[in-house]
C-alpha cells in the first residue's frame, strides 16, 4: 500500500516529462526569434522595478543553519546517552552555540544545481547574529554575490558584484517576524527536537588546524549524515560536514569551517558598501 | 532568487543567452505540467510552445514581482484552461464523450540505464493516468503544488478559492490517487 507521502514523493520525482530533441531544439529557436523580432519592433524598457526576490537567499542561509541545528542536535544526544563522560560535554557547546552573539564561518559544497556553486572554487562566508545576516559568494576567488539583511532596521540589501548592480529595499514586517521566528541553532527547543531524533556514535578525536577536536557522527531520519568536530578546549564547532540525498536523486556534501564564534558583528562593520559606480538593479 | 532577478533583468534587455537559460531551467517542468492537465501529450506540448513563445516575445516587457517559475507555470494553467474549454466546445458539436485522449501519455524519463528508465516510465504512466481520472479542480491543485511548487495561498488565488478549499482540494485529490494507485498495485 502506497501512502500520500510515497504518493506525493513520485509525483514529484518521477513524473519528469522531457521534449523530444529535435522538437526541443526548434522550439527554443523559434523562440529566439520571436524575441529578436519583438526587440526590433518596440524599444526595450530599461527601468526596473526593485524586486523582493533577494529574500529568498536567507533561506539558503537558514538551509545552513538548519543544518548546523541538525548536527548540533546529535550533540545533545551524546550528551543524554554518555552523560558527558568524554573530553567534550556536549550540552556545554549547545549552550555555547546558543549563547554566541555572532559567527562567521565558510560553506563549501557539491551537488548543488546552482551552476555557480562551482566546488572547489567556490564557496560562502556567512556572518551571522540574531539581527545580522551576510553572505559573501567567491567564485574563482573573486566575491561576486553578497546578501544582506538586518532585522532590526528592516534592510535588505543585494548587490551583484560581477554586474556591478544593487537592490536595496525595505523589508516587510511580515517578512521581518517570519525570519526571527526561524532562529536556527539559536532556537534551544530546535536544537532538544531534533536531537532526540537522531543517532550517532563517536569519531574520537583528531587535530584540525591545529586544534584538538573530538566528532560525533549521526544519520538523522532523512538519511542524511552528519559529522560535527568541536574543539576539546573551546567548546565550539570548528568543523561540520554533513552528506545527503535530495528528492530528485542528488547527492549533496556540505562543509562549513573556519568558525569564528562570539564575534560582535554590529562592531565588525557587515552591512556592505555599495560602489559608486554600481547601478541600481 | 537573486539569479532570478538577474535573468529577468537580462530578459528585459533582450538577452538571447537569459531566454535560453529559461527555456532549459523550465521548459521541461512546463511540460511535464500541460501533459499532467491535459493527459494529452500532443496538446500539452502546444500550450507549452504557446506559452514559451509568448513569454520570448513579451519578454522585454517582463514586470513580474514573483519568480519565473511560478509566472510560467501560471501562464501554462490558464493556457491549459482555454484549451480545455475550446476542446469541450469542439467534443460538445462532435457529440463525443471525452475531450481528452483515453490513453495517459507516455512519459520520456531522465535515466541513467534503459531498465531503470523503463521502471520509471512505467511508473510515470500510471500516475500520469490516475491523475488524470482526478477532476479538475483537485488535478490542477495536486500538480501545482507537487510540480509548479507553487503554495496553496497561490493555487487558491488562482482557483478563485479559499486556502482551506484548495487545501481540501489537494487532499481529497491525493486520497483518490491513493485508492487509484493501490487498487491497481492490488489487482
Same mark, same amino acid.
Given at each position: 500500500?502506497?501512502?500520500?507521502?510515497?504518493?506525493?514523493?513520485?509525483?514529484?520525482?518521477?513524473?519528469?516529462? &522531457?521534449?523530444?530533441?529535435?522538437?526541443?531544439?526548434?522550439?527554443? %529557436?523559434?523562440?529566439?526569434?520571436?524575441?529578436?523580432?519583438?526587440? @526590433? &519592433?518596440?524599444?526595450?524598457?530599461?527601468?526596473?522595478?526593485?524586486?523582493?526576490?533577494?529574500?529568498?537567499?536567507?533561506?539558503?542561509?537558514?538551509?545552513?543553519?538548519?543544518?548546523?541545528?541538525?548536527?548540533?542536535?546529535?550533540?545533545?544526544?551524546?550528551?543524554?546517552?554518555?552523560?558527558?563522560?568524554?573530553?567534550?560535554?556536549?550540552?556545554?557547546?549547545?549552550?555555547?552555540?546558543?549563547?554566541? !552573539?555572532?559567527?562567521?564561518?565558510?560553506?563549501?559544497?557539491?551537488?548543488?544545481?546552482?551552476?555557480?556553486?562551482?566546488?572547489?572554487?567556490?564557496? !560562502?562566508?556567512? =556572518?551571522?547574529?540574531?539581527?545580522? =545576516?551576510?553572505?559573501?559568494?567567491?567564485?574563482?576567488?573573486?566575491?561576486?554575490? /553578497?546578501?544582506?539583511?538586518?532585522?532590526? !532596521?528592516? &534592510?535588505?540589501?543585494?548587490?551583484?558584484?560581477?554586474?556591478?548592480?544593487?537592490?536595496?529595499?525595505?523589508?516587510?514586517?511580515?517578512?521581518?517576524?517570519?525570519?526571527?521566528?526561524?532562529?536556527?541553532?539559536?532556537?534551544?527547543?530546535?536544537?532538544?527536537?531534533? %536531537?532526540?531524533?537522531?543517532?550517532?556514535?563517536?569519531?574520537?578525536?583528531?587535530?584540525?588546524?591545529?586544534?584538538?577536536?573530538?566528532?560525533?557522527?549521526? /544519520?538523522?531520519?532523512?538519511?542524511? !549524515?552528519?559529522?560535527?568536530?568541536?574543539?576539546?578546549?573551546?567548546?565550539?564547532?570548528?568543523?561540520? @560536514?554533513? @552528506?545527503? /540525498?535530495?528528492?530528485?536523486?542528488?547527492?549533496?556534501? /556540505?562543509?562549513?569551517?573556519?568558525?569564528?564564534?562570539?564575534?560582535?558583528?554590529?562592531?565588525?562593520?557587515?552591512?556592505?558598501?555599495?560602489?559608486?559606480?554600481?547601478?541600481?538593479? | 532568487?537573486?539569479?532570478?532577478?538577474?535573468?529577468?533583468?537580462?530578459?528585459?534587455?533582450?538577452?538571447?543567452?537569459?531566454?535560453?537559460?529559461?527555456?532549459?531551467?523550465?521548459? *521541461?517542468?512546463?511540460?511535464?505540467?500541460?501533459?499532467?492537465?491535459?493527459?494529452?501529450?500532443?496538446?500539452?506540448? *502546444? +500550450?507549452?510552445?504557446?506559452?514559451?513563445?509568448?513569454?520570448?516575445?513579451?519578454?522585454?516587457?517582463?514586470?513580474?514581482?514573483?519568480?519565473?517559475?511560478?509566472?510560467?507555470?501560471?501562464?501554462?494553467?490558464?493556457?491549459?484552461? *482555454?484549451?480545455?474549454?475550446?476542446?469541450?466546445?469542439?467534443?460538445?458539436?462532435?457529440?463525443?464523450?471525452?475531450? +481528452?485522449?483515453?490513453?495517459?501519455?507516455?512519459?520520456?524519463?531522465?535515466?541513467?540505464?534503459?531498465?531503470?528508465? #523503463?521502471?520509471?516510465?512505467?511508473?510515470?504512466?500510471?500516475?500520469?493516468?490516475?491523475?488524470?481520472?482526478?477532476?479538475?479542480?483537485?488535478?490542477?491543485?495536486?500538480?501545482?503544488?507537487?510540480?509548479?511548487?507553487?503554495?496553496?495561498?497561490?493555487? #487558491?488565488?488562482?482557483?478563485?478559492?479559499? +486556502?482551506?478549499?484548495?487545501?481540501?482540494?489537494?487532499?481529497?485529490?491525493?486520497?483518490?490517487?491513493?485508492?487509484?494507485?493501490?487498487?491497481?498495485?492490488?489487482?
Amino acid at each position: 500500500m502506497r501512502s500520500k507521502n510515497a504518493i506525493e514523493e513520485t509525483i514529484r520525482t518521477k513524473l519528469n516529462l &522531457t521534449f523530444d530533441p529535435p522538437l526541443r531544439g526548434q522550439l527554443l %529557436a523559434r523562440a529566439l526569434r520571436e524575441q529578436e523580432q519583438s526587440q @526590433e &519592433t518596440e524599444p526595450a524598457l530599461n527601468r526596473p522595478a526593485i524586486r523582493r526576490m533577494i529574500m529568498k537567499n536567507s533561506m539558503v542561509k537558514l538551509g545552513i543553519a538548519a543544518v548546523i541545528v541538525a548536527v548540533l542536535g546529535i550533540g545533545i544526544v551524546e550528551f543524554l546517552g554518555t552523560g558527558g563522560t568524554s573530553g567534550v560535554v556536549w550540552a556545554e557547546v549547545a549552550k555555547n552555540v546558543e549563547a554566541s !552573539t555572532g559567527v562567521i564561518f565558510r560553506a563549501r559544497g557539491t551537488g548543488s544545481r546552482d551552476p555557480n556553486d562551482d566546488w572547489p572554487n567556490g564557496y !560562502t562566508i556567512f =556572518s551571522r547574529s540574531a539581527a545580522l =545576516s551576510r553572505m559573501d559568494k567567491y567564485r574563482g576567488g573573486q566575491i561576486y554575490r /553578497t546578501i544582506y539583511t538586518n532585522l532590526d !532596521t528592516k &534592510t535588505l540589501i543585494g548587490v551583484l558584484h560581477d554586474h556591478k548592480m544593487y537592490s536595496k529595499e525595505a523589508m516587510s514586517d511580515e517578512r521581518v517576524q517570519s525570519a526571527r521566528a526561524q532562529k536556527g541553532w539559536t532556537d534551544p527547543q530546535g536544537l532538544l527536537n531534533l %536531537a532526540l531524533s537522531v543517532e550517532h556514535h563517536s569519531l574520537g578525536q583528531k587535530t584540525i588546524d591545529g586544534v584538538l577536536c573530538e566528532g560525533i557522527e549521526g /544519520t538523522g531520519p532523512d538519511g542524511s !549524515t552528519g559529522r560535527l568536530w568541536v574543539g576539546v578546549e573551546t567548546g565550539y564547532p570548528v568543523l561540520i @560536514e554533513v @552528506e545527503a /540525498t535530495d528528492k530528485g536523486g542528488i547527492r549533496h556534501t /556540505t562543509t562549513m569551517d573556519q568558525f569564528r564564534w562570539n564575534v560582535d558583528l554590529s562592531a565588525e562593520g557587515v552591512e556592505p558598501e555599495v560602489p559608486a559606480d554600481y547601478e541600481p538593479l | 532568487m537573486m539569479e532570478d532577478q538577474l535573468l529577468k533583468w537580462k530578459l528585459r534587455r533582450g538577452s538571447k543567452e537569459a531566454l535560453a537559460q529559461v527555456y532549459q531551467m523550465y521548459i *521541461d517542468s512546463m511540460l511535464t505540467l500541460a501533459v499532467g492537465l491535459l493527459n494529452n501529450r500532443a496538446a500539452a506540448e *502546444d +500550450v507549452v510552445q504557446d506559452v514559451f513563445l509568448s513569454f520570448a516575445r513579451s519578454a522585454k516587457d517582463l514586470r513580474l514581482h514573483g519568480s519565473l517559475r511560478s509566472y510560467l507555470m501560471t501562464a501554462v494553467l490558464n493556457r491549459v484552461r *482555454d484549451r480545455r474549454r475550446q476542446l469541450r466546445r469542439q467534443a460538445s458539436r462532435r457529440d463525443a464523450t471525452s475531450y +481528452v485522449s483515453t490513453q495517459p501519455a507516455e512519459p520520456v524519463c531522465e535515466s541513467a540505464g534503459p531498465e531503470q528508465a #523503463a521502471i520509471r516510465a512505467e511508473e510515470a504512466i500510471r500516475v500520469t493516468g490516475a491523475i488524470a481520472e482526478l477532476p479538475d479542480e483537485q488535478r490542477e491543485v495536486v500538480l501545482l503544488r507537487l510540480k509548479a511548487n507553487l503554495r496553496f495561498r497561490d493555487i #487558491a488565488r488562482l482557483q478563485q478559492t479559499s +486556502v482551506n478549499t484548495a487545501l481540501g482540494r489537494y487532499r481529497y485529490g491525493l486520497d483518490r490517487l491513493r485508492s487509484l494507485l493501490n487498487g491497481e498495485v492490488n489487482r
